[in-house]
């Protein structure tokens, strides 16, 4: 077999017309620095930024194939695979070249569901996650709990899209020290700008891409740690949990005769959950935000008897303490007033300091602030993913600024 | 056999057998150090060095401690670490003292002894450990001698610095997080560890960092490229001026101010002066107005470091592009606009002879997209220049993308 010459002018009109039709992707597809290598199978990026063609996969490839690879690899790169690969790694304890083998797939099925069509063909041998029976439109972590390398991956065995996709430095990678690699700073950089230009204009860029460009710089945050916080920083702020109060002479008042220090007591939060019973938020969804909420307080030295909940639809039922939680009547059903949940929880004597709401959102909100912190789990509605702005004919009132909210799930 | 049972003690005297243990510590406490870049290290020197109030925010135990104490030790500083979780309010904002007469003279407020110190001493480095464990009204205290450089009666000299040291939220244990005016006076780093490091410091060997060390002669320089750096992107993003933090993931981090720019604009000049990379100077800049804002200032430094599109046209045969594509193309692109801004027949050949050299020196598809809206500029009467032959490459090229283009569907749209 000879040697054929790396076909350069072929590689760059794939890359034109990939540019035409992925316009976003431009300043990531120009960021890359192709080098020549005989010893990858196809083309295969490193987490430099550099892009290693083989020159008989090119000969042998159309310009229209070649355009789908550059916006394949490049879409390794911008996903960042190759940390989030070694981040799973280490996580799971996933090690040797069959798991990297696996996390390259995995990374496969997250770019190549939406990657292609709009101008762009599909190159021949791409996996899809429907080959293995997967769901589309999940990410690479989900993907990897799914699959194992078994008869029906046995034709993605091939499959190599270097150090870039799964994290496994290859032989023919150049490092960090070799030349035209992009510094962490610069792909960075190279990203934001990707990630401004899909958000600046959406136009008819696939959703796969729109949620990495708001997602990339802001990562959504578990919503069991948000909520956590923010019933944390609600029951330890002043007024309750632990602090200083002059009500009983310090310790250390012996060694300065005269003065009045303040000492440490703890005054445990009550917490008062206002839960939405009406019929758009599902049992489940429920359940694990209340066992949340309930452990979250608990942590921070609510007792269990100081945790009440006032079941609510269009009309408060009473307050019940959450010793009794297993038997709360959650009725309800039909339309919401969380108004009278909120009165119902401040009426209730000793007042609570802090109230968590747990809604979907579909109702009227107090018009004043309630004298004490409040923090509201907003569930997404039902049927879809939190998207309330898109739907055009009904837009409930967003949760008041007072309170702090929580997206959860 | 016997013999490797444990033989009846030969009765060792108990400082004989302590001797025997401190030689054993003294064995793992021999390691050395190995040079290594580290540009958290470097970042929080320049943030010291600038006086800015740092947080560092990192989880326990991955060597906060020993990064001060091998900065103290760089800058000379001695070091003062308080723990503020076991302190009482009254230790930051003083101790009441009665005196004789307390209606007539008033009760001093008696600051603690390691102020004393520090402010005797005039200069020192003080780390506030754990404060995010710490209960309110201790953390309300410390923030008084963060901000005010206030202990009871007290005045830290101007030598002292200060840093700060935090859990994130997610591990707190009781979720302290700062509310958006004072998480603006913060430069907040994170806080994280190299594994490599920390295996082979374990083995014996652990880093020394080089710390940057400020130039005399390029500070009028810095100061000069921070004001140019951080107005150009003021002046035309008047929206970054300020903006508070929207949603609940980012409560309590940076955000963009006047306040928060101007600490940026300092932090820039120090990492100018310093020679850091532009790796330390994102940490400083994304910690001090956040990740959106920190690189959109990154972006359009990058953009400064570009060549001057009106110099490129004056003389085009000495033109230097950027070797990396996404660059050259911005610079491109940039050359076909001042073209568009002010559209001249010599202007618009220096720009063909651009891309020419652009197609000589570099991927040819870059120059597609530019030379067609160049060509769309086109006056009457403007003859074609010569340099337009070299380009016949890019135009193959740009063919061979459309026939691609009308093979996978698409329809080819003239201009592109």
């Known amino acids: 077999m000879t040697a054929v010459t790396l076909d350069l002018d072929k590689l760059y009109s794939a890359r034109l017309h990939a540019v035409r039709v992925r316009p976003y992707l431009a300043t990531a597809l120009f960021a890359l620095h192709v080098v020549e290598s005989r010893r990858v199978p196809t083309m295969a990026v490193d987490r430099h930024w550099r892009c290693y063609v083989s020159p008989g996969f090119v000969d042998r490839t159309p310009v229209e194939e070649l355009a789908a690879v550059w916006v394949h690899e490049v879409s390794h790169l911008l996903r960042d695979h190759h940390g989030r690969g070694d981040r799973a790694a280490r996580e799971h304890g996933l090690t040797g070249p069959g798991e990297r083998l696996r996390m390259n797939i995995a990374a496969d099925f997250e770019i190549n569901d939406d990657a292609y069509g709009d101008g762009l063909v599909r190159p021949e ?149 206002v839960i939405d019973t009406s019929g758009s938020v599902s049992d489940a969804e429920l359940g ?53 949940g909120f009165a119902t929880a401040l009426r209730s004597a000793p007042r609570p300091d802090v109230i968590v709401v747990l809604t979907d959102g579909q109702t009227p909100w107090p018009g004043t602030r309630p004298p004490c912190r409040t ?25 008041p600024a007072w309170a702090r909210v929580v997206e959860i799930g | 056999m016997l013999s490797h049972a444990p033989s009846a003690p030969s009765a060792p005297s108990a400082p004989a057998q302590l001797d025997v243990a401190a030689g054993l510590l003294a064995l793992l406490r021999d390691t050395t150090t190995e040079p290594r870049p580290d540009i958290q290290l470097e970042a929080l020197t320049l943030a010291v060095a600038a006086d800015l109030p740092v947080l ?24 003062t670490t308080v723990i503020a979780s076991v302190h009482e309010p009254s230790d930051f904002s003083g101790l009441p003292i009665v005196g004789d007469d307390p209606a007539e003279q008033g009760v001093p407020m008696a600051p603690p002894d390691w102020a004393v110190r520090l402010v005797r001493a005039g200069r020192g480095l003080l780390f506030l450990d754990e404060l995010s464990t710490a209960p309110p009204a201790v953390q309300a205290a410390l923030l008084r001698l963060v901000l005010e450089r206030r ?49 082979r410091g374990l083995g014996g060997t652990w880093p020394r960092a080089t710390l940057p060390r400020l130039d005399p002669e390029r500070l009028p320089e810095a100061v000069d490229f921070a004001r140019r750096a951080v107005c150009g992107l003021l002046a035309a993003r008047p929206k970054l001026v300020h903006r508070l933090p929207s949603g609940e993931t980012r409560r309590g981090g940076p955000w963009p101010s006047p306040r928060s720019w101007e600490m940026t604009l300092c932090l820039i000049a120090f990492a100018t002066a310093a020679g850091s990379s532009r790796d330390v100077l994102s940490l400083l800049v994304r910690g001090t107005v956040g990740d959106g804002p920190g ?56 720009a063909w002879a651009l891309l020419a050299r652009a197609l000589e020196t570099g991927a040819p598809d870059l120059v597609v997209v530019p030379a067609s809206t160049l060509a769309a500029l086109r006056r009457e009467g403007w003859e074609v220049p010569a340099a337009i032959d070299r380009l016949a490459g890019a135009v193959a090229l740009s063919r061979r993308a459309d026939r691609a283009a009308a093979r996978s569907g698409v329809p080819v749209t003239a201009g592109r």
Request: proline content about 9%.
């Open chain 2, 56 to 79: 560092l925010w990192g989880e326990p135990g991955i060597g906060k401690t020993a990064a001060l104490t091998q900065l103290a030790a760089s800058l000379d500083l001695p070091l």
């Open chain 2, 295 to 350: 690189l959109e200032l990154l972006a359009s430094l990058d953009r400064m470091d570009l060549p001057d599109p009106e110099a490129l046209l004056a003389d085009p045969a000495a033109a230097v592009l950027p070797e990396r594509g996404d660059l050259r193309q911005a610079v491109l692109d940039g050359v076909v606009e001042a073209v568009r801004g002010r559209p001249e027949k010599s202007r618009w050949d220096a």
């Open chain 1, 125 to 273: 041998g791409a996996v899809q996650p429907k080959a293995v029976g997967l769901r589309e439109g999940e990410l690479m972590e989900e993907y990897l709990t799914q699959f194992g390398l078994g008869p029906r991956t046995q034709h993605m065995a091939w499959l190599d899209c270097g150090s870039g996709a799964d994290g496994l430095e290859r032989e023919w990678d150049l490092g960090p020290d070799g030349a035209h690699g992009l510094s962490e700073q610069e792909r960075d950089a190279v990203r934001f700008r990707v990630a401004q230009g899909i958000t600046g204009r959406p136009g008819n860029t696939p959703s796969g891409w729109k949620r990495w460009a708001q997602e990339v710089y802001h990562p959504p945050q578990p919503w069991r740690e948000l909520l956590g916080a923010a019933v944390r920083s609600a029951t330890s702020g002043s007024g309750a949990g632990d602090d200083y109060t002059y009500s009983r002479p310090s310790r250390r008042s012996a060694g300065v005769p005269g003065a009045v220090l303040p000492s440490l007591r703890r005054r445990p939060p009550r917490v008062s959950v």
């Open chain 2, 151 to 199: 202990i009871g009666a007290l005045r830290l000299p101007p030598e002292v610095r200060i840093v700060a040291a935090a859990n994130p939220r997610s591990s707190a244990a009781d979720g302290w997080e700062l509310s958006p005016p004072l998480a603006n006076r913060f430069v907040h780093l994170q806080w994280t560890h190299d594994h490599d490091v920390v295996v």
């Open chain 1, 375 to 399: 923090v509201v789990g907003l569930f997404p509605r039902t049927g879809r993913r939190r998207s309330w702005d898109e739907d055009g004919d009904y837009v409930p009132d967003a949760p």
């Open chain 1, 288 to 340: 694990s935000a209340l066992l949340e909420v309930t452990a979250i307080s608990r942590a921070v030295g609510g007792r269990r008897d100081l945790v009440t909940v006032v079941p609510c639809d269009a009309s408060a039922r009473i307050a019940h303490p959450l010793c009794r939680a297993e038997g709360i009547p959650l009725l309800g059903g039909g339309g919401t007033d969380l108004r009278t």
